[in-house]
């Protein structure tokens, strides 16, 4: 199965190509995989579809950008994993809806740019200071192959998980409307360093630190002891 849809992106105009489409049992109930790529530059990107087609109008979507170590190893540096794993539970809860998993690694550096970066950290940079550091922005991604897809699926507004305000309007600079739901990440401390650099260096509408809903959530007379290195 080929279909192609012209692509509105301001900077790189593509025609879309619906690959093909499966079934995928998982944890978290059974999706169908839609693969998709580019003409003429061959970008790849997946669409998880959660309830069947057509899409109850404005659907619950997640866009989730690929993180080799927080997807696929657990990493705890950032929250990624966490955040496709608790979008892919809201999905199924919601009964209908839809993720977007785009291929921008390491916030559009790639992954081994990213693991450089890693090891910048390590120094004592924090993820935005070790991209700069290498030459990168502190965010390369863009939405326009994102846009695409939801108009494949004739998507023109959506119920949109997630915290970041770039996304957002990444997304109404290409046609589509937003509401935005809020995907609030569990509590961990090893990515709390992390997060915090998300919510003042990047925008993110993260309220409260996790590390801080953690101690208002433990009792007063034993807070947890996994914080004692954060304190
Ligand atoms: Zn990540």
Redesign the pocket.
């Given at each position: 199965m080929s279909e192609a849809r012209q692509g509105s992106g301001n900077n790189s105009p593509h025609s879309l190509v619906h690959l093909g489409q499966s079934m995928l049992a998982t944890r978290f109930g059974e999706f169908r995989l839609h693969t998709f790529t580019t003409v003429p530059d061959g970008e790849k990107i997946l669409a998880l579809v959660f309830g069947g087609l057509p899409l109850a109008q404005p659907p619950l979507v997640r866009i989730h950008s690929q993180?080799l170590?927080?997807d696929a190893f657990g990493?705890l540096r950032?929250d990624?994993g966490q955040q496709l794993e608790r979008a892919l539970e809201n999905i199924r809860t919601a009964g209908q809806g839809l993720l977007i998993y785009q291929m921008q690694e390491g916030r559009g550096i790639g992954l081994m740019n990213k693991l450089r970066a890693y090891e910048l950290q390590d120094g004592g940079l924090d993820t935005v200071d070790a991209n700069l550091r290498l030459g990168f922005r502190a965010d390369h991604r863009t939405y326009a192959l994102c846009a695409s897809v939801l108009r494949y699926f004739e998507i023109s507004r959506v119920r949109l998980l997630s915290n970041n305000p770039a996304k957002i309007q990444g997304l109404e600079a290409e046609g589509i409307l937003v509401e935005r739901v809020s995907l609030l990440p569990p509590p961990s401390p090893a990515s709390d360093r992390y997060l915090r650099t998300k919510r003042e260096r990047l925008g993110h509408l993260l309220d409260t630190p996790p590390f801080l809903r953690v101690r208002e959530a433990a009792a007063p007379e034993r807070p947890p002891s996994t914080l004692d290195d954060y304190r």
């Open positions: 993180c170590t927080g990493s950032c990624c």
